[in-house]
């Protein structure tokens, strides 16, 4: 596997993802919230960092861009389509765009919904998604600005990709989603057994995620949706769950 992914807690509920890329000992980090816990990790695996990537404009993902920057250096890769509200882009990126990060290619995902201009990652030597604020394990983002036929058809564009990808969400909601998962889906064998294991690493104080893609296709109701309707119906469920 060349490239490996790693949780970094930020402030209350966020990750962001370290990403080290083994041929050439690229490194990378994902919606950067805060740059404090994010330097301790990079100085951790070996005090470099080459590619910021970024999903979305929103705060809690770009928040420790600028300080990174200033120390690091790194190229700062984001949706062209919303530089206006990025920091400094030095890689405007496009759907199906690919990023040469070392020896691998980081394919660009067009995914609005949460936000317009939110794009996502796929990284296939790993087989790392990296869907930001789209995809949560057993739930998806809110529609702050796009449609729930936009969220729909966004995580419809992760159809393609293995069940062994493993989903490196932007937040740790996954103990509160997986109650209104089952309260929908109660008879889910899968998703119950899911919501065990998820019990049981919250309680450790440990990540439920990364989870692979295969999981959530089983227990997810956002993924299981057979229609833009249907997502709409659950989406706003959700809302007021």
Not at 57 to 63: L, T, Y
Not at 143 to 156: C, H, N, P, V, W
Not at 200 to 212: C, G, H, W
Request: net charge negative; charged share 20%.
């Amino acid at each position: 596997m060349t490239v490996t992914a790693q949780a970094i807690p930020m402030l209350s509920d966020n990750y962001s993802w370290l990403l080290s890329e083994s041929v050439t000992g690229k490194i990378a980090i994902v919606d950067p919230a805060e740059a404090a816990p994010a330097i301790a990790a990079i100085e951790a695996a070996g005090g470099r960092l080459d590619f910021i990537f970024i999903t979305h404009h929103h705060d809690d993902h770009i928040g420790g861009v600028a300080a990174l920057v200033a120390r690091y250096t790194p190229i700062v890769v984001g949706n062209a389509a919303d530089a206006h509200r990025l920091p400094k882009l030095d890689i405007a990126v496009h759907e199906g765009a690919l990023v040469d990060f070392g020896a691998v290619k980081v394919r660009v995902i067009d995914t609005p919904g949460h936000t317009i201009g939110h794009v996502s990652y796929f990284i296939a030597d790993g087989g790392v998604l990296l869907p930001g604020d789209t995809l949560f394990s057993l739930g998806c983002g809110r529609l702050f600005e796009g449609t729930a036929q936009d969220m729909f058809r966004s995580i419809q564009k992760f159809s393609d990709l293995p069940d062994e990808t493993l989903v490196c969400a932007g937040h740790e909601y996954t103990a509160s989603n997986a109650k209104f998962a089952r309260a929908i889906d109660p008879d889910n064998a899968a998703l119950e057994a899911r919501s065990t294991e998820i019990s049981a690493l919250r309680q450790a104080n440990k990540p439920t995620l990364p989870v692979t893609l295969g999981a959530e296709r089983c227990c997810n109701p956002f993924v299981r949706a057979a229609d833009a309707d249907e997502f709409g119906r659950l989406r706003a469920a959700k809302d007021n769950f």
